[in-house]
C-alpha cells in the first residue's frame, strides 16, 4: 500500500533521543485489556480477566518474592517492595491483591473496569458483581474488557471544512497554530488521512510540505506523526531505529513486541513497499545473537490469539521454563523464545501465574537473572505486555519525562500509537503508579504549542 506524501527514507526529522540501551525500567504488569472482538474492532492482543490460579491452587505469599531486578539502571519503579513482603501502595493494601489473594510483588492493582462506548464494564458470567469468591470453582471463559482511545472519529465530520481551516491557519503571514491543533487532536486517524486528500483536491498542494513549512521543532514532529497512517508510522520508526549508525534497540522492542499480529503483518508489509526493504534483513544486520531471534519470531505475525486459557499447558509451560532457566546450571535460550514468542497473551498470563508457584519465584525475576542486555528486555516486555500492557506504555511514558530532559520521540510515539485504542488506560495505570496525573507531568516537561497539542490529545 502507498502512502502519498511520505518520502520512503528521508523529509522528515530525525527522532533522536531514545532511551540508551538499559534505561528502560520494570514495567508492573497486572491484568490485561484485551481489544474487544467485534466487528470492526481491534484484533484481540491483551487477554482477558482470568482467575488468579487454576482450582485448588492458591497464590503463594508475597513473602518469598525476592525484590524485582530493574529494568532500568536504577532498578523497579517508584515503591517496588522488597524481598519478603509487599509495600503499601495508594488505593489499596497492597500492589495487585487479586480477589483470591496476594500476586506478584510489584505490580500496582488493575485500574477498576469502566463503560465505555460499544460495551459495559466486564463482568465474570455467574458472579453478582462481577466478584470472583474464594477459591474459585473453575476457570471461566476469558471475560473481555474494553479499551478506549482519548481521541475518537469526530461526528459530522467534514474533511473539505477541515482543509479549508488547515489552509487558513497557513496561508498570509504567521500561523495560527490553535486551528491547526484543534483540527489534528479531535480526528481519528483515519479522518485525517482525508483531510490530507481533501487539501490536495481542493488546493493542488500537498498538506504534509505545507505543515513542515509552517512547524518547527517538536509540535512539527507531533503533527507529521499524526498524519502519518498508523501502519506506517511504525515501519518508519523501525527503519529510523535502524538506519545509519547505531541501533535503537528499545524502539525495535516497544514496537515489535507489543503489536498484534495482524498490526506486524501490516507493518512488514508496509516496510517492503515503502522502504523497498526486507525488515528481517535488516534486523539481522544490526543486531544478532538470541535477541535477533526473537525479534526474527515477532515479525512473523504468528502469536497464537486465541483467548481460552489452557490452564494444563500453562503448569506444562511453566515447568519448561523453569527447567530452561532457574532449575539448571545455564540457559536453554531457545525454549524461552519458543514460549513467549508463541503463546496467546492470556496463556502467558497463566504461565507467568504457574510459574511463581513453581519456582517460588516471579517469572520477571528469573529473566532477570537468567539474561541480559536486549533479549533480557525483549523477554520482559513480552511478560510485561501479557499481564498489563497499559503499563507498560505508562511506564515508557514516565521514563521519557523523568529526570534532566525529555525523550521526546518516545513521548510523541506512545501517545500517539495509543490515542485510539488504549490511552484512557494507560493514563488511568500512570496515575496509579506514581500518584501523579500523565497530564501534569507533561504540562511540567513540554512547552508551548508542543505542550498544548499533546494535552489535547491526552485529555485534562
Same mark, same amino acid.
Given at each position: 500500500?502507498?502512502?502519498?506524501?511520505?518520502?520512503?527514507?528521508?523529509?522528515?526529522?530525525?527522532?533522536?533521543?531514545?532511551?540508551?540501551?538499559?534505561?528502560?525500567?520494570?514495567?508492573?504488569?497486572?491484568?490485561?485489556?484485551?481489544?474487544?472482538?467485534?466487528?470492526?474492532?481491534?484484533?484481540?492482543?491483551?487477554?482477558?480477566?482470568?482467575?488468579?490460579?487454576?482450582?485448588? $491452587?492458591?497464590? /503463594?505469599?508475597?513473602?518469598?518474592?525476592?525484590?524485582?531486578?530493574?529494568?532500568?539502571?536504577?532498578?523497579?519503579?517508584?515503591?517496588?517492595?522488597?524481598?519478603?513482603?509487599?509495600?503499601?501502595? /495508594?488505593?489499596?493494601?497492597?500492589?495487585? =491483591?487479586?480477589?483470591?489473594?496476594?500476586?506478584?510483588?510489584?505490580?500496582?492493582?488493575?485500574?477498576?473496569?469502566?463503560?465505555?462506548?460499544?460495551?459495559?464494564?466486564?463482568?465474570?458470567?455467574?458472579? /453478582?458483581?462481577?466478584?470472583?469468591?474464594?477459591?474459585?470453582? %473453575?476457570?471461566?471463559? $476469558?471475560?473481555?474488557?474494553?479499551?478506549? %482511545?482519548?481521541?475518537?472519529? $469526530?461526528?459530522?465530520?467534514?474533511?473539505?471544512?477541515?482543509?479549508?481551516?488547515?489552509?487558513?491557519?497557513?496561508?498570509?503571514?504567521?500561523?495560527?497554530?490553535?486551528?491547526?491543533?484543534?483540527? =489534528?487532536?479531535?480526528?481519528?486517524?483515519?479522518?485525517?488521512?482525508?483531510?490530507?486528500?481533501?487539501?490536495?483536491?481542493?488546493?493542488?498542494?500537498?498538506?504534509?510540505? +505545507?505543515?513542515?513549512?509552517?512547524?518547527?521543532?517538536?509540535?512539527?514532529?507531533? &503533527?507529521?506523526?499524526?498524519?502519518?497512517?498508523?501502519?506506517?508510522?511504525?515501519?518508519?520508526?523501525?527503519?529510523?531505529?535502524?538506519?545509519?549508525?547505531?541501533?535503537?534497540? *528499545?524502539?525495535?522492542?516497544?514496537?515489535?513486541?507489543?503489536?498484534?499480529?495482524?498490526?506486524?503483518?501490516?507493518?512488514?508489509?508496509?516496510?517492503?513497499?515503502?522502504?523497498?526493504?526486507?525488515?528481517?534483513?535488516?534486523?539481522?544486520?544490526?543486531?544478532?545473537?538470541?535477541?535477533?531471534?526473537?525479534? &526474527?519470531?515477532? #515479525?512473523?505475525?504468528?502469536?497464537?490469539?486465541?483467548?481460552?486459557?489452557?490452564?494444563?499447558?500453562?503448569?506444562?509451560?511453566?515447568?519448561?521454563?523453569?527447567?530452561?532457566?532457574?532449575?539448571?546450571?545455564?540457559?536453554?535460550?531457545?525454549?524461552?523464545?519458543?514460549?513467549?514468542?508463541?503463546?496467546?497473551?492470556?496463556?502467558?498470563?497463566?504461565?507467568?501465574?504457574?510459574?511463581?508457584?513453581?519456582?517460588?519465584?516471579?517469572?520477571?525475576?528469573?529473566? +532477570?537473572?537468567?539474561? *541480559?542486555?536486549?533479549?533480557?528486555?525483549?523477554?520482559?516486555?513480552?511478560?510485561? #505486555?501479557?499481564?498489563?500492557?497499559?503499563?507498560?506504555?505508562?511506564?515508557?511514558?514516565?521514563?521519557?519525562?523523568?529526570?534532566?530532559?525529555?525523550?521526546?520521540?518516545?513521548?510523541?510515539?506512545?501517545?500517539?500509537?495509543?490515542?485510539?485504542? +488504549?490511552?484512557?488506560?494507560?493514563?488511568?495505570?500512570?496515575?496509579?503508579?506514581?500518584?501523579?496525573?500523565? $497530564?501534569?507531568?507533561?504540562?511540567?516537561?513540554? *512547552?508551548?504549542?508542543?505542550?498544548?497539542?499533546?494535552?489535547?490529545?491526552?485529555?485534562?
Amino acid at each position: 500500500m502507498s502512502y502519498p506524501g511520505y518520502p520512503p527514507s528521508d523529509g522528515y526529522p530525525a527522532f533522536p533521543g531514545y532511551p540508551p540501551t538499559g534505561q528502560e525500567s520494570v514495567y508492573p504488569p497486572v491484568g490485561q485489556y484485551p481489544y474487544p472482538a467485534v466487528p470492526g474492532g481491534f484484533p484481540p492482543s491483551g487477554g482477558g480477566t482470568f482467575p488468579a490460579a487454576p482450582p485448588n $491452587a492458591g497464590f /503463594p505469599g508475597a513473602a518469598g518474592y525476592p525484590a524485582l531486578g530493574g529494568y532500568p539502571a536504577s532498578g523497579g519503579f517508584p515503591g517496588a517492595p522488597q524481598a519478603g513482603g509487599m509495600s503499601p501502595y /495508594p488505593g489499596g493494601p497492597g500492589f495487585a =491483591v487479586p480477589p483470591t489473594g496476594p500476586g506478584f510483588g510489584g505490580y500496582p492493582q488493575q485500574p477498576p473496569a469502566q463503560s465505555y462506548a460499544g460495551g459495559g464494564p466486564a463482568q465474570i458470567p455467574g458472579f /453478582p458483581g462481577g466478584q470472583v469468591p474464594s477459591p474459585m470453582p %473453575g476457570p471461566p471463559a $476469558a471475560v473481555v474488557q474494553y479499551t478506549q %482511545g482519548t481521541i475518537q472519529a $469526530a461526528p459530522n465530520f467534514d474533511a473539505g471544512r477541515d482543509a479549508e481551516i488547515l489552509r487558513k491557519a497557513m496561508k498570509g503571514f504567521g500561523t495560527d497554530e490553535q486551528a491547526i491543533i484543534n483540527v =489534528v487532536a479531535n480526528r481519528s486517524n483515519d479522518q485525517r488521512q482525508k483531510i490530507k486528500a481533501a487539501f490536495k483536491t481542493m488546493y493542488g498542494k500537498d498538506l504534509i510540505k +505545507d505543515l513542515k513549512s509552517e512547524l518547527s521543532g517538536n509540535v512539527e514532529e507531533l &503533527i507529521l506523526a499524526l498524519f502519518m497512517p498508523s501502519t506506517y508510522y511504525d515501519a518508519w520508526s523501525l527503519r529510523h531505529a535502524m538506519k545509519g549508525a547505531g541501533t535503537q534497540e *528499545s524502539v525495535l522492542i516497544e514496537i515489535l513486541c507489543t503489536r498484534t499480529n495482524q498490526e506486524i503483518r501490516e507493518i512488514v508489509n508496509c516496510y517492503k513497499s515503502e522502504f523497498g526493504r526486507d525488515i528481517e534483513e535488516d534486523i539481522r544486520s544490526d543486531t544478532s545473537g538470541h535477541f535477533e531471534r526473537l525479534l &526474527i519470531s515477532m #515479525c512473523q505475525g504468528n502469536r497464537d490469539e486465541n483467548q481460552t486459557v489452557d490452564y494444563q499447558k500453562a503448569q506444562e509451560d511453566a515447568q519448561r521454563l523453569y527447567q530452561a532457566g532457574e532449575g539448571k546450571l545455564g540457559t536453554d535460550e531457545s525454549c524461552f523464545n519458543m514460549v513467549l514468542a508463541s503463546r496467546s497473551f492470556p496463556q502467558l498470563k497463566a504461565t507467568v501465574e504457574a510459574y511463581s508457584r513453581i519456582a517460588n519465584r516471579d517469572l520477571l525475576s528469573s529473566i +532477570d537473572r537468567e539474561f *541480559s542486555g536486549n533479549v533480557e528486555r525483549g523477554l520482559k516486555t513480552i511478560v510485561q #505486555c501479557a499481564l498489563n500492557r497499559p503499563a507498560f506504555f505508562a511506564e515508557r511514558l514516565y521514563y521519557s519525562m523523568k529526570g534532566a530532559g525529555t525523550d521526546d520521540s518516545t513521548l510523541i510515539r506512545i501517545v500517539v500509537t495509543r490515542s485510539e485504542i +488504549d490511552l484512557v488506560q494507560i493514563k488511568q495505570m500512570f496515575t496509579q503508579m506514581y500518584q501523579k496525573t500523565l $497530564a501534569t507531568m507533561i504540562a511540567s516537561d513540554t *512547552s508551548g504549542d508542543y505542550r498544548q497539542l499533546l494535552l489535547a490529545i491526552v485529555g485534562q
